[in-house]
Nanobody, 124 residues
């Protein structure tokens, strides 16, 4: 089993930055891919970015390209999402997810493990 725990959310003004963390535990992640999704009130879960754990290959959604950066620290078994130039439309609950296959997918159904989420609120 894999346990995921997000942190780092909060309230920030438009144009500001936040860094989210996702601490992973339970198994080794050499053959995993991990991702960030977000869900705004009244909307479905949206793919944000993903990374393969071993090679560090990344893929970002068009809506966050050039503003958000996904990364991981293998030694700490922690996933990060650096969010810059935040906009009010980035307001959402952010979840990290993991799948036990080292390939990037953008659909939530492809991921086996999920964290509880951390709230990000961007004020205008």
């Amino acid at each position: 089993q894999v346990q995921l725990a997000e942190s780092g959310g909060g309230l920030v003004q438009a144009g500001g930055s936040l860094r989210l963390s996702c601490a992973a535990s339970g198994r080794t992640f050499g053959s995993y891919a991990m991702a960030w999704f977000r869900q705004a009130p009244g909307k479905g879960r949206e793919f944000v970015a993903a990374i393969t754990w071993r090679t560090g290959t990344t893929y970002d959604a068009d809506s966050v390209k050039g503003r958000f950066t996904i990364s991981r620290d293998n030694a700490k078994k922690t996933l990060y999402l650096q969010m810059n130039s935040l906009k009010p439309e980035d307001t959402a609950m952010y979840h990290c997810a993991a799948r036990a296959v080292p390939a990037i997918f953008t659909t939530e159904g492809a991921y086996d493990y999920w964290g509880q989420g951390t709230q990000v609120t961007v004020s205008s």
